[in-house]
């Protein structure tokens, strides 16, 4: 890449190209913004955001555009939004959201609006949710979750319904999971897992289940990994990774399979491996030359992932593609 980054983001086109965005580097938060073009195998940079930002969330719109929201400046987090057109390159300022919030999550839901819940303000967590309208560009409160909560993860699943899991709110890390209902605006208690984590992974494999990996429970990282079947509600312990990690990425392959790739486990993790639905066990691949966390991975439309960026002790700007073949 052109610069060096982690705590961003990175967002498929619909031309194939991949957007990475923002992020922080040592020498400051960023409003840079750069593609990947697969077919070159080259970064070329974009146009800046208006805002300097990361542990921002960053959505593909049915439009095409990327919805960039909220984030952290190194003093406050952002009510900010604003929205990059791949036709023009550029980033447009849009709606504000009602509460500032990072380390939040962004789920494009069926019927074309992204639902923003939970995330962390410098102080405190939240429990409130809001939906942004592409059509009008304006942000509408909907309802709270059960619980504050932030590092966690979102889920949309194949019913339309947002899984949330886990993190951590003010005090504790959690094994709350809660589900959102876009017909009636609420949300709703379910199944609890059976670990407490944050900075895990979420994957909604082919089946409809919604497969959980690692994370941190404040003194170690996890091993474990757990699924999720929203006909029962509950969660059910499947085969365990070979490391634990934490701030790792997972991509599920065109094949079904799901690729869990770096993190923390007592070290910069270059270790990658591979969860067979069809068995529910995972074996380990090529390991990435690098190791890394905080990293972001991302499915090319030519069955490649590309992984960029990330943290080791340097702030780093490499990326690399892993071939499933």
Not at 120 to 127: D, I, L, M, P
Not at 216 to 222: L, Y
Not at 235 to 251: E, I, V
Request: glycine share 12%.
């Amino acid at each position: 890449m052109n610069h060096a980054r982690y705590l961003h983001t990175a967002s498929v086109l619909t031309n194939g190209k991949v957007l990475v965005v923002g992020g922080y580097n040592g020498s400051g938060y960023l409003t840079s913004a750069e593609l990947y073009d697969p077919s070159t195998g080259l970064w070329t940079l974009t146009g800046n955001m208006n805002d300097a930002r990361c542990l921002h969330a960053a959505s593909v719109l049915a439009n095409g555009k990327v919805l960039v929201s909220g984030g952290w400046n190194g003093t406050y987090a952002w009510t900010s939004a604003e929205l990059y057109d791949p036709s023009t390159e550029l980033w447009n300022v849009t709606g504000n959201m009602n509460t500032p919030r990072d380390l939040h999550a962004a789920s494009v839901l069926t019927n074309g609006k992204v639902l923003v819940s939970g995330g962390w303000n410098g102080t405190n967590s939240w429990a409130s949710a809001e939906l942004y309208d592409p059509s009008t560009g304006l942000w509408n409160a909907t309802g709270n979750m059960s619980n504050p909560r932030y590092r966690y993860e979102a889920s949309v699943l194949a019913n339309g319904k947002v899984l949330a899991s886990a993190g951590l709110d003010d005090n504790y890390i959690l094994t709350s999971a809660e589900l959102y209902d876009p017909t009636t605006g609420l949300w709703t208690l379910t199944g609890n897992m059976n670990s407490a984590r944050q900075y895990h992974t979420a994957s909604v494999l082919a089946n409809g289940k919604v497969l959980t990996t690692g994370g941190w429970i404040g003194t170690s990282s996890w091993a474990t990994a757990e699924l999720y079947d929203p006909l029962t509600g509950w969660w059910n312990a499947t085969g365990n990774m070979n490391n634990g990690r934490y701030r790792h990425t997972a991509s599920i392959l065109t094949n079904g399979i799901v690729l869990v790739s770096g993190g923390y486990g007592g070290a910069y993790l270059t270790s990658a491996e591979l969860y067979d639905p069809s068995t529910g066990l995972w074996t380990f691949t090529g390991s990435m030359n690098i190791g890394r966390y905080w990293h972001t991975a991302s499915v090319l439309t030519n069955g490649k992932v590309l992984v960029a960026g990330g943290y080791n002790g340097a702030y780093l700007k490499s990326a690399g593609l892993y071939y499933p073949w």
